[in-house]
């Protein structure tokens, strides 16, 4: 086998995004240097995507090829568009190469939605996985912890939140090199009795299982470093999420409007660039570049609508990353090592 057919192959979606096909595409020029051993198929419009790759001057690059999208899938349009409408939308030609097997994974900042029911239909999940899940990367006191289901599903079954803690547990032995991930479940209080009618029944099963369970994990405490893995249904995961980017960023921005109130301070602060800046990193989500969604028969790596070329290239990364380590087959190996367990469990709902 030559050197060619051994290249990990990656599809990225050219249109998805605030910034596309700009953004994606100089983003995806740094990842061609980067990743020699990846091929790309990028999917777009191919009359909008030439001045960018003459631009960026990977037009002709022997690791490229293009694959043509008629259509863009907006942010502000439902999810199951690009299954009934927009059939040839970028989102759907890449769930498609997936499923041909032309590629082994895609990579697209695009419609969050879109993109699962896309693949969900398309690639369809994992043996034993009814429904796939995000897992967002997220900082706390000593390190990172997952965050898993991160908006991909908003209505949860008891049984959705048991397959997502087995996922989370694999995701966070390759992610955060944790050989025994602690999991635990999102809650209100941290005592056994406290939760919601769906959560209640998800701390007895996840107690039963063969896992690190460390039971219920307010979101305060998930920061001080409770856990490696954070279970919660998409709703609740999502507003998380959303409540933790925004509030980075208001930080950020009220830390330089109190330095700039005196110059003392500025002062104080240009002495301090290297502190800003490794604090600026940990919770800057364009270093992760974007979250898996776990569960799907195939790697998809979905980025935020505001990626910039930074968190597209990581994003890229992060799909080799997932081909490399096996992640699909490290789930479905956990999956059958737990399959009598919850299966068991599962009847309990």
Known sequence: ???????????????????????????????????????????????????????????????????????????SEPSAISLRAKKDSSITECARLMKSGSVEALVSPGH?????????????????????????????????????DAGANPDCRPGNLIQFALMGEIYAKYMLNTANPRIGLLSVGGEDGKGSSLTKPVFKALSDMPINFVGNVESNSAYEGACDVLIADGFSGNVLLKTSEGLAKMATSWLKKAIKRNALRVLGAMFSQGAFKELKSTFDADEVGGAPLLGINGVCIIGHGSSNPKAVRNAIRAARDAIRFRMNERISQRLQECKATVADLESMF
């Open 112 to 148: 969050t939605g879109a993109l699962v029911a896309a693949t969900k239909v398309l690639n369809r999940t994992l043996p034993g996985i009814d429904r796939p899940a995000l897992a967002a990367s997220l900082p706390h006191r000593h390190g990172r912890f997952i965050l898993i």
């Open 1 to 75: 086998m030559d050197q060619s057919e051994t290249k990990m192959q990656i599809a990225v979606d050219a249109m998805g995004g605030d910034y596309a096909p700009g953004a994606v595409i100089e983003g995806l020029t740094r990842a061609l240097y980067d990743f020699p051993d990846c091929d790309f198929t990028l999917v777009g419009n191919t009359a909008k995507l030439g001045l960018y790759l003459h631009k960026y001057g990977i037009a002709d690059h022997p690791n490229l090829k293009l694959h043509h999208a008629e259509s863009v899938v907006e942010m």
